[in-house]
């Protein structure tokens, strides 16, 4: 996938692309066939020219499942020498999850045929099955064991079969069934949804009951033996073993219903615990991967009023103003504001995206002073409030810039929203603490109440209850991470109606 990966991308079907694929001919002797669609369905090219006009319905299916992100797996054929062909395809993704084109491959089944032809264990009468549905009737994909002339041919007679329970999206252990031949057997049967096909292994009846029925008479004579000097064991190990697997089942329904917290407490050292110490690893990860999802489609949201809080009152102002003249200096001025916030939309929502893909982590020479400056421009903070920058900030810090803007957005803006005094003064400050820059964000506003403080960093904490003030309680709890994801700490000092400071460090 990296090379067709790379030829699309570079747009590079070249010699030493065609000899690429001819090496890959040579390495896995099972691909009949390769061709390349591009993103438009069209077909570049193909490794057997001669077949491209037979394959034309196949690439449609393929590339209208790549557009749902599905591959194609059908078409299954003989030749005539009785041997399994059939058509999988793939689509191909960029880095930005754009679909670039389709690889479709013409592969040999007889690794298939391999499989399904396995009876070990299934004594004389047993075999696999795997089936198509195709209007009313069934179309066997393989051999059938016991009747080779029924590949890929219509049978309208497999009502009360075990193929019709799994066509009909049965799975499990079928007792009172039938096979083809009308003969009783016991069944397993699985539904295959993605390819609507049914897989069947079956063996008869009577077959499976011998070894049984011949074995009754010694097992009535040690049934006595076995309920004395067995029960106590078997129950012994049954809770061994089945108490933790029951513990692991529960809690995986649990996750499997949402409830994340939960964990397996399996306290044994032998496999069944470290196969539950293992689920507890693989659901902290999809805890950790839930959240980050969460913080990110937070980000989007919250930071992204900012550029929007100055773009619309811009527009009205010129739709206003110049409804029915033409556009002077002032109105030119406006719309080139309106493109440089618009400019500005476009870089927050590529830093966002750049941080889903982990590159927060990236360092970078920060202006400090700019970027504040920057924010409060975009901020338009009323009149009543004076925002200060002191001299004391560092001209740059290493960090990376989209995440530095994010904290400093967060704690300007809600220091703006929750001000509540007739002449509002906000303060961005900075001292040295040995190897760290402390950074502050001080106001004059209603500030925080004690009980709220504790907690005011956790996610949905909102420390206030005044109905007219907007907020998802997310954002102070994504600034602490970003800090400490960079090496920092972030807290606060509060006075309920004398103000507040936030403060946070950076590494010098």
Known sequence: MELFKDAFELKKFDKDFFSSIDLLNEKFPTVNEISIMDSTGHLLFSTRPDTLPSISVIQKKAFLLAQRNKIFFNMFSYDENNRLSFYISAPIFNEDSIMMGVVLSNMNGDDLMEIMDDSTGLGKTGETLLGEKQDSAVVYLVPLRHDRSTTMKYSNDFDGTAIKE????????????????????????????????????????????????ELSDILILLNLFIVIFLTVPAYIIGRYIGKPIEKLTRTAQLINDGELSERVEIKSDDEIGLLGETFNEMTEKLERKIHELERYAYVISHDLKAPLSSIMPLADFVKEDYKNKPLDDQGNEMLKMIKEKSLDMKNLIDGVLKSARQEYKMKEPVKVYDLVDHIIDNLHPPENIKIEITKNLPNTVQYHQVSLLQVFLNLISNAIKYMDKPEGLIIIDCKRQDEYYQFSVSDNGRGIGSEYQSKLFNEFTIAHDDPGISSSGLGLSIVKKIVEENGGTIGLKSEVGKGSVFYFTVKA
């Open 166 to 213: 799994a066509l009909q999206g049965k799975s499990g252990i079928l007792y009172d069934i039938h096979n083809y031949k009308g003969e009783k057997v016991f069944a397993a049967a699985r539904f295959i949804k993605d390819m609507g096909w049914g897989l069947v292994t079956q063996i008869s009846k009577e077959e499976a009951l011998k070894p049984v029925k």
